[in-house]
Nanobody, 124 residues
Framework: QVQLVESGGGLVQAGGSLRLSCAALGRTFSGYAMGWFRQAPGKEREFVAAISWSSSTYYADSVKGRFTISRDNAKNTVYLQMNSLKPEDTAVYYC??????????????????WGQGTQVTVSS
């Protein structure tokens, strides 16, 4: 069992930046594939970015070139650096994890563990 705790959300103006963090508590990060998803009011949860245990990455087209996912396995933490933020990026952002040494998953159903979410609001 792994507990995920997100932080770093907040209010930012369009064009600004935020860095989200997701810390895995309770056990080692070893062998976990990680992902970031977001959910805006009235919309379904959508994939944002994912990173494999070996740090291969994959991004949704809507954030490619603006967001960067990374991980520090020694700190049991995954990050989402968000630059050039737009009002349409406003959502609750969730990190997710599941055991795999090789996979990158873009589907929410593939992840067993989820954080509580952190709000990101981008004003125009």
């Amino acid at each position: 069992q792994v507990q995920l705790v997100e932080s770093g959300g907040g209010l930012v103006q369009a064009g600004g930046s935020l860095r989200l963090s997701c810390a895995a508590l309770g056990r080692t990060f070893s062998g976990y594939a990680m992902g970031w998803f977001r959910q805006a009011p009235g919309k379904e949860r959508e994939f944002v970015a994912a990173i494999s245990w070996s740090s291969s990455t994959y991004y949704a087209d809507s954030v490619k070139g603006r967001f960067t996912i990374s991980r520090d396995n020694a700190k049991n933490t995954v990050y989402l650096q968000m630059n050039s933020l737009k009002p349409e990026d406003t959502a609750v952002y969730y990190c997710a994890a599941d055991v795999s040494y090789t996979a990158i998953w873009t589907t929410a159903g593939r992840y067993s563990y989820w954080g509580q979410g952190t709000q990101v609001t981008v004003s125009s």
